[in-house]
């Protein structure tokens, strides 16, 4: 009678969990299928979306080769015709390898027959080759020579390479004064270069009356078109080593504000629970800010070296950066009390 009993009840069983077995299965299936599918139109879309922008470049590329092709056959054309500002144009092309295979030699018989013809852009670039060897034997001679007559036409680049022979004393003699003046009058005209010069000048007295503010104005507008001269005497140049070590700055901040919360990556722990908790997420948030400011301030120009003056945003940034200095400390090395110290300092 037992054995009949248990019998039934195995046959009453095993389908139930046969028909509970593949439901599970069936389940996990569709749920497999689905995320299936999901990750499948994921990968199809990107590989759409990538080959769209793969054939868009490779289509623009094209097209810009065409278009350069067929400027350098123009100016080509316009050059041998005699016109002297294809011939200079049609240099720079051969110096810096726009269409046609780079070469000195090439970029110096354009530049050459535009000069001639009285082109003050092609006179200073011929200048600039036997300035720096390019194509040439360095020549300060006639690097001289052809510079002068540009500077005597108003080039601003002529005046400026001129400025700098004679502050070098490279071909004449050293004459600081003449400097500024050929300087100022590259400057005047815009040249971010003549700008941060001129303003060198006026920081160290050479040919001018010293004036830090004067040279802090000069100084400024040349980092304000990007000069990088200027951006690295004023401390102001986001080099790779500052990046990593914002980058550090930041994910250090990130760190020690995550650190009392459940999600921190040291220890277990629930939560905020007392002001020291409160407090080294405040320092990470003053850290991560700190590091926030000064991509901003170096990549706006906002931070400059201490000889050439403070700006109100470098002194913020400072102070600031001496309040998360000053909390990492207590968060850090201020040892909390324990228990029985406590119960003796009650006593």
């Not at 009840?9 to 599918?37: D, K, Y």
């Not at 080509?76 to 726009?98: F, I, K, S, W």
């Not at 160290?204 to 503010?213: F, K, S, W």
Request: aromatic share 12%.
């Amino acid at each position: 009678m037992i054995h009949a009993k248990k019998l039934r009840a195995g046959v009453i069983l095993i389908p139930r969990l046969n028909t509970t077995f593949r439901g599970i299965l069936f389940g996990v299936e569709s749920c497999a299928m689905r995320v299936f599918w999901k990750v499948s139109i994921t990968v199809i879309s990107g590989i759409v979306v990538l080959g769209a922008v793969a054939i868009w470049h490779a289509y623009k590329t094209k097209a810009d080769a065409r278009k350069l092709a067929e400027d350098v056959r123009i100016t080509l054309a316009h050059a041998q015709r005699g016109d002297a500002e294809a011939e200079n144009r049609l240099g720079g092309m051969y110096y810096y390898g726009q269409g046609v295979p780079q070469g000195y030699l090439e970029a110096l018989r354009w530049y050459r027959a535009a000069a001639d013809q009285g082109d003050a852009k092609a006179q200073y670039n011929v200048g600039y080759l036997y300035d720096t060897g390019k194509g040439v034997q360095q020549d300060v001679a006639k690097a001289y020579h052809w510079y002068e007559q540009a500077a005597n036409k108003g080039d601003r680049q002529a005046e400026c390479g001129l400025a700098a022979m004679y502050y070098d004393g490279r071909g004449v003699p050293q004459d600081y004064a003449k400097a500024a003046v050929l300087y100022r009058r590259s400057a005047d005209q815009g040249l971010p270069r003549a700008q941060y010069d001129l303003g060198y000048m006026y920081y160290h007295g050479q040919g001018l009356p010293q004036d830090r503010v004067e040279a802090r104005l000069w100084i400024r507008k040349a980092v304000n078109q990007g000069d990088e001269h200027a951006r690295e005497a004023l401390g102001m140049k986001l080099t790779p080593w500052l990046i990593f070590l914002l980058a550090v700055q930041g994910l250090g901040g990130f760190a020690i504000a995550s650190r009392p919360l459940s999600f921190n990556m040291w220890e277990q722990n629930e939560g905020a629970h007392d002001s020291r908790d409160w407090m080294s997420i405040g320092t990470g948030v003053l850290i991560l800010t700190t590091a926030g400011m000064s991509w901003y301030g170096y990549t706006h120009n906002l931070i400059w070296c201490w000889i050439y003056g403070v700006t109100g945003f470098a002194l913020l940034k400072w102070s600031l950066n001496t309040i998360a200095l000053v909390l990492l400390y207590i968060v850090f090395f201020h040892r909390k009390p324990s228990a029985p110290e406590e119960a003796q300092e009650k006593l």
